[in-house]
């Protein structure tokens, strides 16, 4: 059976793209509902005019239940105000601000709801010079010195990936828990606040560790003597990726996968401070090494020698991979879309994501009629405050 923690818990998200759905399709998956408050007929601009279809919807969104309702309008916002004290959580990632001006900010949700967790996502903080600027996942690690930590000296680069917003979202994520056990100790309301500026450090703590120590910015090759690792390309055109750290038996295992005892004695990488000095000169050799086998070969040496390595795999070949499977971290779609399950075990079983993404106001009437009678949702749809799929 499906151990779900947060069963009964309901969660209001208005908000879109993806540091806030992303959160809130992990505690959709840990068993919270959610409600997705977006735009009458077109939804979030994450849909890309897909509806339901855009494999980015998708994958932060399925689970979910969409309320279509105009938060221009006051008719909508009285509606959203009718709702909140049926929901233990509210979250939103609008610009600081914005959300409180129409009439929906913490204050006015804790009058609502006593002992509701609030929770802001933003680009830079409430507050400070920046506050206002619109920011997406580039200015995340822009910002948080990703770009230049994960480049060349010199030459700054985009990286691949979301890795800005998605740490956001599951720093949001741990916040909203956090939250939500503060709420259960002490029976007050809680407000949680996290930007991509400040999850960003997350994933910047060791470069910011590197600067001290060096002296010096550290870019992307910066860490590389110190962690002792290598990324090669073998003989049958595959690459293997190796890290020692600091273990001398680490070093002296790859030793002996090499063949090269010669290296374990040699003064200039005999010890862990040498090889740290001599690490670029090291790093062609081990690469030479490693083009004269195959990748089958050197999985069989690395294997016996209990060398940490691993085979550098693309995103399908993570997806396909069978450690993967094992752990049961994919949702596997009808289409193929494979859906990421939450990163944690609950007595050995990881939660799945049940369900579809919603069309845009597939729940309007449902949820609206918890507080509205079926009529007065009828007279909101054909005004243009509600809109609903079937």
Known sequence: MQHRPLDGIRILEIGGYISLPFATSMLCALGAEVVKVERPVVGEDFRRHQNDASPY???????????????KQPEGIALVKALIPRFDVVLENMRPGKVAGMGLGPEVCRELRPDIVYGSVTGFGAGGPLAS???YDTIGQAFGGLYSLLGDEGHPQLT????ADLITGLSTAAGVLAALVGRYR??????VETSIMEAVSVLVTDGITQAFELGADPTRRSRHPQAQNFCAPTASGEY??????SSQKFWQSLCRAMDRADLAVDPRFAEYRPRESNYFELAEIVEAEFEQRSFAEWEKRLTAEDVPFAPVLSMTGYVEHEQVGWLRMIEPQDDGLALVRPPWRFAGERPERPGVAPRVGADTRAVAGEVYSAEKVDELVAAGVLSADG
Request: glycine letters at 12%.
């Open 240 to 245: 293997i990726a190796v890290h020692l750290s």
């Open 133 to 135: 600027r619109p920011a």
């Open 186 to 191: 002490t029976g007050e309301p809680q407000h």
């Open 57 to 71: 919807f998708r994958q932060y969104n399925t689970g979910k239940r969409s309320l279509a309702v105009d938060l």
């Open 160 to 163: 691949g990936g979301l890795s």
